[in-house]
């Protein structure tokens, strides 16, 4: 089969803005823009374990979402938990069916304790459940934020008793501990900028932004990013 990309990202991040707006838009409550998003994720999500890409990390809910409406705030949860428990129960089949190449490990990002019990629950479950699967992975970024992962890295070194820390040192003591760094960030809806998603692992990132809202955003778009990324000359601050 010919290759439908010259490179493919190992590790790509979503940021995926623009629910609102999509649903405002069209005259809906945000909310629907929520769902469509959750689905819209599923589907990218699918694509890009398709492709080949390792690992997909996404920013569901960051540290700053609490500010939002309690309503809009328990229907996000409410998609959470559907989501998680949908790729548990697919997980599972796989992994009865043997179907070791198409399993799907679930990790998370961010402080779960702060999560409704139920929901902090299922996801626990959901990473346990999946915890042997490594043909790809899944990162849901929730009560996440990147400098607070930063901060929780180094606390997590200080009681380790570590006087003197490298780079290595607070990669391996991150929420994404053992992940690659991110390849490919891509940011949905306008805006131009990081907000907080994964500032550590994203140092040599290629970043796209495209004006697409979240909801809309389909494999078409992601192929469109996906070759723009391929012709991107990576440096890592050499010259070449
Ligand atoms: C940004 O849109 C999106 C979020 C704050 C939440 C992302 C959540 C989902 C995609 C759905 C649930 C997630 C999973 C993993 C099932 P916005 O509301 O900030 O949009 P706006 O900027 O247009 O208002």
């Known amino acids: 089969m010919e290759k439908k990309f010259d490179k493919l990202p190992i590790h790509i991040g979503f940021i995926m803005d ?10 809906l409550p945000r909310k629907m823009g929520h769902r469509r998003g959750a689905e819209a994720l599923e589907n990218i999500v699918n694509y890009c374990f398709s492709l080949g890409i390792k690992c997909v990390s996404c920013f569901a809910f960051s540290t ?11 229907y996000i949860f409410g998609l959470l938990r559907e989501y998680i ?24 990002m961010g402080d779960l304790s702060k999560m409704p019990e139920d929901l902090e629950k299922e996801i626990n479950q959901a990473k346990d459940d999946t915890d042997d699967c490594d043909a790809y992975i899944l990162n ?3 009560n996440y934020g990147g400098r607070d992962d930063i901060v929780y890295a180094c606390n997590k070194l200080i009681k380790e008793g ?21 390849d490919f960030v891509i ?19 290629e ?26 000359d990576r440096k890592f601050g050499q010259l070449k």
């Open 18 to 27: 623009g629910n609102g707006r999509w649903a405002t838009k069209r005259g």
């Open 64 to 74: 700053e979402n609490w500010k939002r409406p309690q309503e809009e705030i328990d």
């Open 85 to 108: 428990k949908k790729q548990r129960e697919k997980s599972e089949k796989e992994q009865k069916e043997e179907i070791k190449a198409r399993n799907i490990k679930i990790r998370t």
């Open 140 to 142: 849901i970024a929730m």
């Open 162 to 182: 570590k006087k003197e820390i490298t780079e290595e040192d607070i990669s391996g003591a991150l929420y994404s501990a053992g992940l690659p760094d991110l």
């Open 187 to 205: 940011r949905t809806a306008g805006d131009i900028r990081l907000s907080n998603f994964m500032l550590y692992q994203s140092a040599y990132s």
């Open 207 to 232: 970043l796209y932004f495209t004006k697409t809202f979240w909801p809309d955003f389909s494999p078409k778009h992601l192929d469109k990013a996906l070759k723009e990324y391929a012709k991107r």
